[in-house]
Nanobody, 121 residues
Framework: QVQLVESGGGLVQAGGSLRLTCAATGRRFTISAMDWYRQAPGKQRELVASTDSGGNPNYADSVKGRFTISRDNAKNTVFLQMNSLKPEDTAAYYC???????????????WGQGTQVTVSS
């Protein structure tokens, strides 16, 4: 079992910055993917940025050049640095972790509780 604790959301003016943090705790689990998703009201959840176990990043086109995902594997923590924020970035942001149990080798996905990011114009 893995627990995810997110922090760092809030209200910011357009052009501002925020840094999201997601810390994963749990035993007997090897983390591979650590990602950030977001969901705006009335819209589907979308992938914002992802990393694999090697830390290689991928970004949605809408955030390239403005957001940076990074991770600290020693602390099982993933970060999302968001710069040049726009009103359309307003959403609930969710941390996702995927990996395998070291006991059963089964893949499992875990989600954070979500943190609200609101960008005012």
């Amino acid at each position: 079992q893995v627990q995810l604790v997110e922090s760092g959301g809030g209200l910011v003016q357009a052009g501002g910055s925020l840094r999201l943090t997601c810390a994963a705790t749990g035993r007997r689990f090897t983390i591979s993917a650590m990602d950030w998703y977001r969901q705006a009201p009335g819209k589907q959840r979308e992938l914002v940025a992802s990393t694999d176990s090697g830390g290689n990043p991928n970004y949605a086109d809408s955030v390239k050049g403005r957001f940076t995902i990074s991770r600290d594997n020693a602390k099982n923590t993933v970060f999302l640095q968001m710069n040049s924020l726009k009103p359309e970035d307003t959403a609930a942001y969710y941390c996702h972790v995927g990996g395998r149990s070291i006991v059963t080798f089964r893949w499992a996905d875990y989600w954070g509780q979500g943190t609200q990011v609101t960008v005012s114009s």
